[in-house]
Every structure is written in structure tokens, then in C-alpha cells.
């Protein structure tokens, strides 16, 4: 899965954190139905769930253990889609969906998952196989069912799914309305880009915590800039407020847009948070190569799905980012 896909799926904050739960705590439900109107990566979040389900790794989808490469190349015998997106269902589909059922699973790992996309396309005499699955579900087989809105999924059904709804995602769009509601440009570019709706935004916005993790991470980056103690304050000052990994989260979401500014600066190109040009400025000249430290701030960052050591993880990238300095 590639890192763009992930940062997309990562914005649907709330069914994201239910999905890296359930990985931790090695606790999947049964069946999943996935709400999200046009616009929304309701596939790209069906096949990640799917993943997550059989991924064997120790990070969350790790796109490394068996199952995340065969799956990615279409070779995973105990995960099928049925794609009924085009409205139609055809009779080897069919008899795909009655397989599901009845024949155990091929690999040793011994959990089934399947995919039905756009549930709702699929007339309800067809699916009477599935309800009765869902009605009494078997061990070890896992069913994920998209649509567009619930209100087009028989309630038999949907009253038996744990409902993951996404929200339509543009980071763009979202800036855009902030800034018509009178918030500032650099505001409204971070908020847009760590929250996936206005409600959340708002919300955000709001809360002293959040607010606290923004202004460590200016100084932080100030300190980067022009001073030598950048992991003293991290240390001393900065674990007061980066106490989990939720909060551990939004400091690196929050991280990686500054570090976007600063690879944008190098290569001459318009960058997005004002406040901080000065010390991003001097940064694009100090560092050789901000992508690298980019890369790992989006790798630390998937550590935070198997519960590391948040204090060791931070104290370790912040070296790196010290030693990629000039
Ligand atoms: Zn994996």
C-alpha cells in the first residue's frame, strides 16, 4: 500500500483508530459496513480493513508479512471481493460468495475475509446466503460490506455490522471553508490537513491539548533553526503534552506538514505556514536531505500502531533529524 493511500486512509480519524484497536488488541468483529458517500476511499478503506484483519505483522498492515504482499498482488486464496459496483452479479460470482461459506480456509493462518462492495447493488434474494452467515457468524470468517449510505442496506443487515462511516476528505476544500469562517491561513491549512471534516476541525480547534502539541511543534522547529536544544526541550518540556498516542499522533501529523514546508522551500517551490517561514527558511538550508527526515517521520509514526515506547521513539528521531543537519 503506498504512503499517499495510507495518509488518505489515516484523515478518516475515527474509523482509522477503531481499525489500529482492534489490530493492537487483536480483536476483529465479524462484519464491518463501511459508509461513505462519492468522494470518500470507501474501496481503498475496505481492502486496508480486510488487510488489517489478516495481517500477520507487528505494525499495523505492514505491508511486509506474507498476507500483505499476496493480498496486494491478488494471491491471497482466503480473501476475495465481490465487486458488485457495476450493478450487476454474475453466477461465478455467485457461486464465489456460496464458497465463502462452505469451504475452509486454504492458508494455515486459517481466517477467511471477504470484500462485498456496494452491498446494496446486490438483490436481497441473493443475499440470503449472506444473512444467514450474519445471523450466526462463523469462527474465523470476517465480511466487510461497503455502500454509499446505510439507508440502502437491508436493516437485517446493517443492524448486525459494526458501521465505519468516512467522511469526504479534501484537505483543499476544508482549508478553503476555515478560511471563509474568518480563521487564519496557517490555521486553517493545519487543521484541514490533521482533521477530516469541519465538525472535527472545530472541535480541534478548541481544545487546549491540541493547541499546546501545535505551539511545541513551532518551537520545537524554531529551536531546530537556530539553537542546539531542540531534544532538551522535547525531553523536558515536550512529553508534558505528548502523553499517548493519540497525542503522540497529531505531533507528527503536525510534524510532517512543517517538514512538507520545508522540502517545498528547498526546491523553490510556494510553501503554506507563514509563521514559521524564518525558521523553515534557515532549516531548507540546513538540511541536506529533508526528504529522508520526512520518511521518517511517517515511519515513526506507523510504529505508534504497536504500542512503542512513545518517549524512545521521539528521543531517536529527533537524533536522526539532528544528525541530517549541516
Ligand atoms: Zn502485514
Redesign the pocket.
Known sequence: MNQQIREILQKQTIPYSIIENSFNNKSFLHAYLIEGGAGTPLFSFAFFLA?AI????E?L?????????RMEHDRYPDFQIINAEKNTINREQLEDLQDVFSLKAVEPLGKKVYIIHHIDNIPSNTLNILLKFIEEPVDEIYAIFTTLSKEKVLPTISSRCQVLRLYEVSSKDLSEQLINEGWDEDESYIYANVTSNLEEAKSIKTDDGFLKIKDLVFDLIDKLAFSDDALYYLQTYGYLYIKDTQTCRLFLSVFSLVFKDIILIKNNLPFRIKALEKANMKLAERFINPEEIYSSIIITTSYLSINANISLLLDSLFIKIKGGLK
Open positions: 488487510k489478516l495481517c500477520t505483522g505494525t498492515v505492514c505491508d511486509k508479512c506474507s498476507q500483505c504482499l
